[in-house]
């Protein structure tokens, strides 16, 4: 038996495109069908997906829960979107992964690969945002005994500050 999930993916480039989000992860959900905003004109405060009150939505990155995923009461999200692959939005049935949340589940997917050093700043009016990566390697010879890199994993770090909390 094949059992279906109300799972709806935006990929870290559609977040980008989604008009109105001012670029941020969070609020792109907005685009997807049921998911609005509480206050605000429709652009701050929690999500209210399917008419669920908002405390009962879960958040979650990479498995983990989030508490309060959400800077100034709606305006930008706690991760930046350079860290993120996916967001997936589970809106009414769920795995049991996720525990027992009334509402709906936002599951936020990082990157899984970083095959270059980079990284990443932004600062604007409300906050900034910076991230750093980097691949983890080593020499290795091959059977012929030439040397070759080979990946071993990586290292990433990010953070995002909101200028309201340090006053």
């Avoid at 980008?16 to 049921?34: E, I, Q, R, Y």
């Avoid at 692959?85 to 809106?91: A, F, G, R």
């Avoid at 910076?130 to 012929?144: F, G, Y």
């Amino acid at each position: 038996v094949i059992q279906k999930i109300s799972r709806r993916t935006m990929k870290v480039d559609e977040i980008k495109d989604v008009p109105a989000s001012f670029g941020d992860s969070v609020n792109a959900l907005t685009s997807m069908p049921g998911v609005i905003r509480t206050s605000g004109g429709g652009f701050f405060g929690p999500l209210v997906i399917r008419g669920a009150d908002p405390v009962h939505n879960r958040y979650y990155i990479d498995g983990m829960p989030v508490d309060n995923p959400l800077h100034f009461g709606g305006v930008h999200s706690v991760i930046s979107n350079e860290l993120m692959s996916e967001i997936d939005l589970y809106s009414s049935s769920f795995t049991s992964d996720f525990g027992g949340p009334i509402a709906a589940v936002i599951n936020i997917n990082t990157v899984d690969e970083v095959d270059r050093f980079g990284g990443w700043a932004d600062v604007g009016l409300i906050s900034a945002s910076a991230l750093i990566s980097s691949p983890i390697t080593s020499v290795v010879r091959d059977e012929e005994g030439k040397e070759k890199t080979e990946n071993r994993g990586y290292i990433i770090a990010s953070g995002r500050v909101g200028y309201l909390s340090l006053l």
